[in-house]
C-alpha cells in the first residue's frame, strides 16, 4: 500500500487540511493517509487551545469525509517532544511493506534538512512538498533539487485547498464570530460547539509559549538574557511611547537562533533563499540576527513586520531605525545581567535620551569591532553617521 503521513497540530483540524490530505492522496495515488495530531510538537509553536483528546476526536470526525483517511494516536500518546523520524521508525516498523509518504506544507517542506536525524527520515519515506500556486511550486522545487542532490526521494506536489488557518478560526471563535463554520465540516462544528473549545482562558498566552521554545533552544545564560531584554525593552516602550507588547514579544525573541550552530542557520539561509552580504559572510555573529525572522516567521507564525524587523536590526542596527527596533537594540545592552565596562554608563544614558544612548553603543560597536580588526557592518555605520548628525544638529554633539 502507499501511504502518507500528514502529520500536524490539527487545532482545530478543518477544510484546508482535509483538502489537502484529499488533494495528496489523488496526486500520489495513496491509498491511505495517516492523519497524525501532534503532542508537543518540536518545531511549531504549541498553540494549543484544545487537549490532545479534542484534537483527536475532531480528526476523527474529519476523517468519516473519505474511506482513505485515517487517524493515528501515535504522537499523542508519546510523552513529551513527538520527533517525526521517531514516528516514521514507529510506522514502517509496524507496516514494513508499505511505502511512505511524508506531507508536508511549503514552510515545513523547506526546514526539513534541519530536522532531527533528517537523513534516516529520507531514507524511511518520500518527502513530499505542498505547493500551492506558482511561487511555492518554483521555491519547493529549488529546494527539492538540493535534497534530491543529496539521496533524498521528494516529490513537489500542487495542490488546491482553500487557505484556513487554524490560528484565526481561533479567534473567530473566540470573539463569537460565527464565520468560522463554513472553514472546517460539520461534524467537527458541532464537537467545537458542544464542547466550548477554544473560548477564552483555553489560549494560552503568545509570549508564555515562546517562552517555552526558547527554554527548549537556547542555553540557560541566554534564556536568561532573553527574558531580561524582553523587559528591558517594555520598560523602555513605557518610559518613550513604545508599544510595549510588541517590545517585549520582540526583545524575548531577538537570540532564538543565538545557541543554534552555524551548520543549520545556514540551512536555514540556503532553504529560504536568504543571502547573506559579504560582512556577514565573514561575521557568523551576525548570522542569529539575519536569519531570525525567517524563522519566527516561517516554523512560529509571526507575521508582524515591526517586531520582525527590530529583531532583524538588534546587532547592526540601520539607518532610520523604528522606535521599536532602537528600544530592541539599546534594550540588549542595558538589560539585566549585561555586563561590560560601559554598562553603567549606558543605563544612565538610555534612560536620559534614546539618541545619546543610540550614539554611545553604536560607538562603543564600532570601537570594539575595529581593536578586534573585525569589519563593521555598513548599517551600523549608517546608524552611526545618522545619529551624530542629529545629535550635532540638536547641539548635544561636539
Ligand atoms: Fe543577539
Ligand atoms: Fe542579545
Redesign the pocket.
Known amino acids: 500500500m502507499k501511504i502518507g503521513l500528514y502529520g500536524g497540530s490539527f487545532d482545530p483540524p478543518h477544510n484546508g487540511h482535509l483538502a489537502l490530505a484529499l488533494g495528496c492522496a489523488d496526486a500520489l495515488g495513496l491509498d491511505r493517509v495517516v492523519l497524525m495530531p501532534s503532542g508537543v510538537s518540536p518545531h511549531k509553536i504549541k498553540q494549543i487551545g484544545a487537549e490532545a483528546a479534542h484534537r483527536l476526536a475532531m480528526c476523527r470526525l474529519m476523517a468519516q469525509a473519505d474511506p482513505r483517511l485515517t487517524v493515528s494516536d501515535w504522537e499523542t500518546e508519546q510523552q513529551g517532544a513527538s520527533y517525526t523520524v521517531d514516528t516514521l521508525t514507529h510506522l514502517t516498523a509496524e507496516h514494513p511493506q508499505d511505502e511512505w509518504f511524508l506531507l508536508t506544507g511549503a514552510d515545513m517542506f523547506l526546514t526539513l534538512p534541519t530536522w532531527r536525524r533528517y537523513p534516516a527520515i529520507a531514507r524511511m519515506c518520500t518527502l513530499c512538498g505542498i505547493a500551492r500556486g506558482e511561487t511555492d511550486i518554483r521555491r519547493l522545487q529549488q529546494a527539492a533539487e538540493t535534497m534530491q542532490a543529496d539521496g533524498a526521494v521528494v516529490s513537489v506536489l500542487p495542490v488546491s485547498a482553500p487557505t484556513v488557518s487554524s490560528s484565526e478560526l481561533r479567534d473567530c471563535i473566540r470573539s463569537d464570530d460565527d464565520r468560522w463554520q463554513s472553514s472546517v465540516p460539520p461534524q467537527v462544528a458541532a464537537y467545537i460547539l458542544a464542547h466550548g473549545l477554544y473560548r477564552g482562558d483555553s489560549i494560552r498566552n503568545a509570549d508564555e509559549q515562546y517562552i517555552e521554545i526558547l527554554r527548549g533552544r537556547l542555553s540557560s545564560y541566554?534564556f536568561d538574557?532573553?527574558l531580561a531584554?524582553a523587559a528591558e525593552a517594555k520598560r523602555l516602550a513605557l518610559r518613550y511611547g513604545g508599544d510595549p507588547v510588541k517590545a517585549y514579544t520582540a526583545g524575548l525573541l531577538?537570540?532564538i537562533l543565538?545557541d543554534t550552530s552555524g551548520e543549520e542557520q545556514l540551512l536555514l539561509a540556503r532553504q529560504f533563499g536568504i543571502q547573506l552580504d559579504e560582512v556577514e559572510q565573514n561575521a557568523p555573529k551576525l548570522w542569529h540576527a539575519r536569519l531570525a525572522p525567517v524563522y519566527l516567521e516561517h516554523i512560529l507564525g509571526i507575521s508582524d513586520p515591526e517586531i520582525l524587523s527590530a529583531v532583524r536590526y538588534?546587532?547592526t542596527a540601520k539607518a532610520g531605525m523604528s522606535l521599536l527596533e532602537t528600544l530592541v537594540f539599546l534594550a540588549?545592552f542595558t538589560?539585566a545581567g549585561r555586563d561590560y565596562p560601559d554598562v553603567g554608563v549606558m543605563r544612565r544614558l538610555v534612560d536620559e535620551s534614546l539618541d545619546s544612548a543610540l550614539h554611545y553603543s553604536l560607538s562603543y560597536t564600532v570601537r570594539s569591532l575595529t581593536a578586534r580588526g573585525a569589519a563593521v557592518h555598513p548599517d551600523t555605520a549608517a546608524a552611526l553617521a545618522e545619529v551624530t548628525l542629529r545629535l550635532q544638529q540638536k547641539g548635544e554633539l561636539l
Do not use: L
Open positions: 541566554r538574557h532573553s531584554v531577538h537570540d543565538k538588534h546587532t540588549d538589560a
